[in-house]
């Protein structure tokens, strides 16, 4: 059983920079992959970013380049930086976690309970 919280969002200006964290609970922490999702009003979830042993760091194309994911197995935590912020990029964000092929697919058990970042123009 994991169970994951997030923090780190809140409103900033186009531009700007925002650093989101997971805090995930459980032992075997290290053996997760790790994923970020994302919401906006009216449409559905979207894959931002994951994090596995096996396949190392994707991004979906619209965040390459100014999103990093990275994990830190010590605080078993997660992170996602997120720079050059647009306001297409407006949505409640949710951190993921499981086997690779489930964070990549969102097929996974494992959610937080979301936060909300809002970028004005």
């Known amino acids: 059983q994991v169970q994951l919280v997030e923090s780190g969002g809140g409103l900033v200006q186009a531009g700007g920079s925002l650093r989101l964290s997971c805090a995930a609970s459980?032992?075997?922490?290290?053996?997760?992959?790790m994923g970020w999702f994302r919401q906006a009003p009216g449409k559905e979830r979207e894959f931002v970013a994951a994090?596995?042993?096996?396949?190392?760091?994707t991004y979906t194309d619209s965040v390459k380049g100014r999103f990093t994911i990275s994990r830190d197995n010590a605080k078993n935590t997660f992170y996602l930086q997120m720079n050059s912020l647009k306001p297409e990029d407006t949505a409640v964000y949710y951190c993921?976690?499981?086997?690779?092929?489930?964070?990549?697919?969102?097929?996974?058990?494992?959610w937080g309970q979301g936060t909300q970042v809002t970028v004005s123009s």
């Open positions: 993921a976690a499981g086997s690779a092929e489930t964070v990549l697919t969102g097929n996974t058990r494992y």
């Open positions: 459980g032992r075997t922490f290290s053996a997760y992959a």
């Open positions: 994090i596995s042993w096996s396949r190392g760091s």
